[in-house]
């Protein structure tokens, strides 16, 4: 394997600060698409509790329909039961014989009854559901009809909404896609000859931040990003570019306004040709 091409340190502070003013243009095209991606992960989140939920309500009608097929059957058989006891009377040589047969009809008669209420319960509680996926109409408390909508009309309306967003956010990313690519390959290239350990140090920065200022320039006598006065000596240190150093109250990487404005202006040269 080739070994990477050992550069000089100030033009490591040149790849790491090029490094940063990329991943800052990036951060900015990001930035551009404000909450919109979010929005749409939640929103897809909640089209897909609603589909889970619409599932559960089809499931459970389904759970009904059973119930009044099997308490159909139960009649039917009761029925059937009824009939042949009922003819079986017509045979009996006792009145006790009767009288068992007559508690038998009288048994299945119960089961017929409980059935029908078992069938009428069912069918109230599929009413019911349905009415969750399908919409229902009710009264307010002015007595006015209002209609309710229902699980698949509020999954449509969602999927709609999404749609919306999606477009919207696809046009946001058409106009700055090219550059974004571009900007992403240009990261990787200094990625690959920044030392490991350095870039580390960068990335690590970068999430401590909330402005993801890994790499910092001086300015009037300051550190950009926490503000505080570098001492004149070490400010010496980082125009001659001799070593990587480190701001103390922020643990940024510093480097000097001079070459942080020759930098800008290359990068900024090649975002014009993108």
Sequence with gaps: MAKTKELSVEDKLRAIYDLQLIDSKVD??????????????????????????KQKLEDKIQEQKDEIAKRKNIKEEAAKLIKKYTEQQK???????????????????????LADKKIDKANEEIEKLTGMIKGYKTTDEGGKEVKVKGITEIIKERKENLEHKKTELEGLMKETEKQEEALKAKAEELRKIIEPHLLRAY??????????????????GASGGSYFTIPVQQQLEIRQRNRIVIDEHSGRILVDGELAREEKEKIEDLLKDL
């Design 28 to 53: 900015e095209i990001k930035y551009t698409r404000g909450e919109l991606p979010l929005e749409i992960e939640d929103m897809e989140d909640e089209i897909e509790g609603l589909i889970t939920r």
């Design 91 to 113: 045979n009996v040589r006792n009145n006790r014989e009767f009288e068992a047969l007559s508690k038998e009809i009288e048994y299945q008669e119960l089961e017929i009854q």
């Design 203 to 220: 990335d690590r920065l970068r999430k401590n931040f909330k402005n993801g200022l890994a790499v910092v320039s001086i300015e009037r």
